[in-house]
C-alpha cells in the first residue's frame, strides 16, 4: 500500500508475512488504530540472534518460553540494525539488577554481550532484558522498539533460605 512501510523483522531469523505471523506483540494493519490521537505500541526490537554462553557450549534464547541455564552463564544479542541506546541487563526475580560487565559493539548491527559478575543463584529465575539506556524502549532516530525480555532459570537446586533470627528477649524492669 502507499504510504506503508514494513517493520523490522522480530524474534526469528526465517522470513515471515503479515498474514502468517503470530507475533501478538505487533499490530496487524487491520488492528492499528486509525485514530491519530491513539499512541500506537512500538514493534519488538529486530532481534537477529540471542544465545547463552555456558561451560558446556551454546544454545539459542527465546523470548517465548523460559531457558534454564548453567549459574556461569554470559550472555550475547545481536540486533539487525544499528541501536546506539541499546544496552542489556539482567533482573532477579525481585526485578533488581544483578551485578554484570556488558559490552556494547555498534556498526551495522548492534551487539550486546552480559556477563555477571557472580555465578547466578541454583533454581533461581532471572530475566535477560534488552532496552534502551535513557528509556525503556530502544531508540535509533526516529524509531522506537520495544524492549524484548528473555526468562531464565538457573540450572540446580536453590540454596536453603537463611534462618530466621530470634528477637532478643526485652529485659524484665525492676521496680
Known amino acids: ?11 526469528t531469523s526465517t522470513p515471515t508475512s503479515t498474514s502468517t505471523s503470530t507475533s501478538t506483540a505487533t499490530p496487524t494493519p ?14 519488538l526490537a529486530p532481534l537477529s540472534r540471542a544465545v547463552v554462553v555456558e561451560p558446556s557450549g551454546s544454545s539459542a534464547l527465546s523470548p517465548a518460553s523460559e531457558t534454564v541455564v548453567d549459574p556461569g552463564s554470559t550472555f550475547q544479542v545481536e540486533l539487525g540494525v544499528r541501536i546506539p541506546d541499546a544496552r542489556l541487563v539482567l533482573l532477579d526475580a525481585a526485578d533488581a539488577h544483578v551485578p554484570a560487565r556488558s559490552t556494547h559493539e555498534v556498526g551495522d548491527k548492534t551487539q550486546l554481550a552480559l556477563a555477571p559478575a557472580q555465578p547466578l543463584a541454583p533454581g533461581s529465575r532471572y530475566v535477560l532484558r534488552v532496552e534502551g539506556a535513557t528509556s525503556r524502549e530502544l531508540r535509533d ?8 525480555s528473555f526468562p531464565l532459570l538457573t540450572a540446580g537446586t536453590p540454596p536453603p533460605p537463611e534462618p530466621k533470627k530470634k528477637p532478643k528477649a526485652k529485659a524484665k524492669r525492676r521496680r
Open 30 to 43: 487491520a488492528a492499528t488504530p486509525t485514530s491519530p490521537s491513539a499512541p500506537a505500541t512500538p514493534p
Open 1 to 11: 500500500m502507499l504510504g506503508c512501510r514494513e517493520e523490522p523483522a522480530t524474534s
Open 141 to 148: 532516530g526516529d524509531r522506537a522498539w520495544a524492549p524484548l
